[in-house]
């Protein structure tokens, strides 16, 4: 396991090397046509070191990459600020955000699908401004008014890859402790409630309920998000949050094994229709 930006550095480097392989180049002849040492590229390639967006930029031109969305993620995940659009608003809250929440919302930002299992709380991407306030404002000490509203600012931006052209693809299965749990008050609640129906009916989300009745599942170690990517080979990662931090999971092993959980939990879970049902229920008797 590894922190955001060695993961990134990584993947960079492996679809990097992929684009080369494909263009017909060796790392050598990759490295005349830039003008650098072999040694270069092959840090690069194998994530030893990291890479200014600029170096990317002049790879993906030899390399004779076109694709403006492929060229765009492998810019974010070299860190660039100037790839154009409004995929980086993220970078206006630098003082408030922890490098790896930036790392969250650059993946997220340029992801094609989201799964996502959560235990405790209802995800990011459909909390209303009341509950995401009273979720923060919980879940950080000593916030004072302006940071909280910033926080509160990113979460409800973080909602527009569901309204995007194409939109991020969402999957969530909630433990029924997310819909038991009171996060700012009776009325809150209700709100929120509300907003998952509204969500659930969207033809880009799929939610379901995992009700207490499922019994121990293999959730209970903790909620996860698995991102993929459409246009790229290798980028797929799965993402644990702690306390403090979160870590990345992306080898081969560990995407396949949260992905059989999560299909599994998708089984063990209601239905989509079912989930609408039993959260409407619930609304009414809040």
């Known amino acids: 396991m590894q922190h955001g930006p060695a993961v990134r550095r990584r993947k960079l480097g492996a679809e990097l090397r992929a684009l080369r392989t494909t263009a017909g180049f060796t790392s050598g002849e990759a490295a005349r046509l830039v003008g650098w040492h072999q040694s270069k590229v092959s840090r690069i390639e194998t994530g030893a070191s990291g890479v200014k967006p600029a170096d990317v930029r002049l790879l993906l031109d030899a390399y004779g990459v076109g694709d ?40 997220e930002s340029q992801a094609s699908a989201m799964r996502t299992l959560e235990t405790s709380v209802v995800p990011g991407l459909l909390q209303t401004p009341e509950y995401a306030r009273a979720v923060t404002r919980a879940a950080v000490d000593g916030l004072d008014d302006e940071r909280l509203d910033a926080l509160v600012e990113v979460r409800l931006a973080r909602q527009d890859v569901l309204r995007a052209r194409p ?62 990517f459409s246009r790229t080979s290798d980028l797929d990662v799965v993402v644990l949050d702690h306390l403090t931090s979160s870590l990345y999971l992306e080898r081969k092993e560990d995407l396949q094994a949260y992905t059989e959980a ?25």
């Open 68 to 107: 403006s969305n492929l060229r765009e993620l492998l810019l974010v995940l070299a860190g660039s600020d100037e790839t154009g659009g409004g995929h980086h608003w993220w970078h206006a809250y630098r003082g408030v955000l922890p490098p790896t929440y930036r790392d969250f919302i650059s993946l």
């Open 167 to 228: 939109p991020l693809e969402l999957s969530a299965v909630l433990d029924e402790a997310v819909l038991r749990r009171e996060v700012g008050g009776p009325e809150v609640m209700a709100r929120q409630l509300r907003r998952l129906l509204e969500a659930a009916r969207l033809p880009q989300v799929c939610l379901q309920v995992l009700p207490f009745a499922a019994g121990a599942h293999v959730g209970v170690t903790g909620p996860f998000v698995i991102f993929s």
């Open 262 to 286: 999560f299909n599994t939990l998708k089984i063990r879970a209601l239905s989509p229709e079912d989930s609408l049902d039993y959260i409407a229920g619930m609304g009414d008797g809040a």
